[in-house]
């Protein structure tokens, strides 16, 4: 029973539409191994995250870093 998680950071791991943050991340790693065996609910229970939040907003778009950000030149042609 393997569920699908994405690492962020060293201590945030994303699962669906919620993104975990841990104290250390050697607490984040047996978070990820404990998903390989048990459910979202028992790992978060065993290696309790210190704060959980929504990973997109009511807009829909997603949170976190954005990538890269392109803004138009100053000046030049209109």
């Known amino acids: 029973m393997t569920i699908a998680a994405d690492r962020l950071y060293d201590t ?12 250390a991340k ?5 978070f990820l ?12 229970k065993n290696h309790a995250p210190v704060s959980t939040r929504a990973a997109y907003d009511e807009s829909g778009e997603p949170k976190g870093e ?4 392109i803004s138009p030149s ?3 042609m209109p």
């Open 12 to 23: 945030e791991i994303k699962i669906a539409d919620t993104i975990y943050t841990f104290d």
């Open 66 to 69: 954005p990538g890269s950000i």
């Open 74 to 76: 100053m000046g030049g």
């Open 33 to 44: 191994q404990c998903l390989i065996t048990d459910s979202v609910q028992a790992c978060a």
């Open 26 to 30: 050697a607490i984040a790693d047996d």
